[in-house]
């Protein structure tokens, strides 16, 4: 896929305040401080789109940005630590929940993990909270370039072994590096297979 253009159109406290459901959606969801900006910007090629901030948990609504005028890259906000109020970390968490349950042209989460970390309870518990309601993700680890090979591989295996206590398989899984460009093409085929189906769901039954 070629991206062609990327806007900013709109933040949205509660699904309610969202767009209209028109256009196929894409999320993207991870622990605060994982890198989401730096990979979103990284996949539109455009530098300033989603803005980069020092400060974890900044993102706090769900942010529309529409891409190549046909579908939506969805900057959700993060979960796991942030310098709020336990109050306001579970409304985002409601909020978030809400709109993932609720939008019906929300095709596909990513969820992005930090490479560089041991498995988390708060990614392993969302990731799992979307296996039970049955709605499709992705893995994305982050910042794979902060690791030798050797380090990514004993990451990615160790978060395999954990998800596999309780998953038949892992689902689909990318490795990124905003600095490389790494897992671009990737994640952008991925988005465009997700959209032919969509828009074409009797060509999945077909197959």
């Known amino acids: 896929m070629i991206i062609r253009s990327a806007s900013f159109v709109k933040s949205s406290p509660t699904l309610q305040q969202c767009p209209p459901g028109k256009e196929p959606e894409f999320g993207f969801i991870g622990r605060s401080n994982v890198g989401k900006s730096s990979l979103i910007n ?3 090629g455009w530098n300033r789109l989603a803005k980069i901030s020092g400060e974890p948990g900044k993102t706090r609504t769900i942010n529309h940005f529409l891409i190549n005028e046909s579908w939506f890259l969805v900057d959700l906000p993060g979960y ?18 809400e709109y993932i349950l609720g939008r019906e042209n929300l095709v596909s989460l990513f969820v992005l993990i930090d490479s560089r970390l041991k498995p988390q309870r708060s990614d392993l518990e969302f990731m799992e909270f979307l296996g039970i309601k049955g709605f499709p993700f992705a893995r994305v680890f982050t910042k794979c370039d902060k690791l030798s090979k050797p ?5 990615i295996r160790s978060y395999d072994e954990e998800m596999l206590k309780k998953w038949e398989s892992v689902p689909a899984t990318f490795l990124t ?8 093409e990737e994640i952008l085929d991925y ?14 039954l077909r197959e």
């Open 42 to 44: 990284m996949l539109t």
């Open 80 to 97: 796991g630590y942030a310098k709020v109020p336990v109050s306001m970390r579970e409304k985002w968490t409601r909020d978030t929940r």
């Open 151 to 155: 380090a990514l591989e004993k990451s």
């Open 177 to 184: 590096s905003a600095v490389e460009r790494r897992g671009r």
């Open 191 to 204: 988005i465009e297979d997700s959209i032919n189906n969509f828009s074409n769901p009797d060509s999945v």
